[in-house]
Nanobody
Framework: QVQLVESGGGLVQAGGSLRLSCAAS????????MGWFRQAPGKEREFVAV???????YYADSVKGRFTVSRDNGKNTVYLQMNSLKPEDTAVYYC????????????????WGQGTQVTVSS
């Protein structure tokens, strides 16, 4: 089992920045990728970004150049730095853990956090 806890969400004006954190505990060695997903009201949950165990990162086109995934191995924490935020970035953001690297589909993710709300005002 892997437990994931997100934090760092909040209300920000368009053009602002937020940094989300995802603290992992439990059977972390079984995790080969940490992903970020989001779900806006009335929409399906969608892929945002993923960082593999080897440090490779992949981003959705909608956030490329604005969002950055990083990690602190000593703290077992993954971060999502979000810059130049837009109202359309408003969503509940989830982190998730996968045993498979480089996947954007939710079906590959075994463990999920509870989510953190990000609201971007115009």
């Amino acid at each position: 089992q892997v437990q994931l806890v997100e934090s760092g969400g909040g209300l920000v004006q368009a053009g602002g920045s937020l940094r989300l954190s995802c603290a992992a505990s439990g059977r972390i060695p079984s995790t080969n990728a940490m992903g970020w997903f989001r779900q806006a009201p009335g929409k399906e949950r969608e892929f945002v970004a993923v960082m593999d165990r080897n440090g490779m990162t992949y981003y959705a086109d909608s956030v490329k150049g604005r969002f950055t995934v990083s990690r602190d191995n000593g703290k077992n924490t993954v971060y999502l730095q979000m810059n130049s935020l837009k109202p359309e970035d408003t969503a509940v953001y989830y982190c998730a853990a996968s045993r498979v690297m480089g996947k954007s589909s939710q079906i590959w993710y075994d463990y999920w956090g509870q989510g953190t709300q990000v609201t971007v005002s115009s």
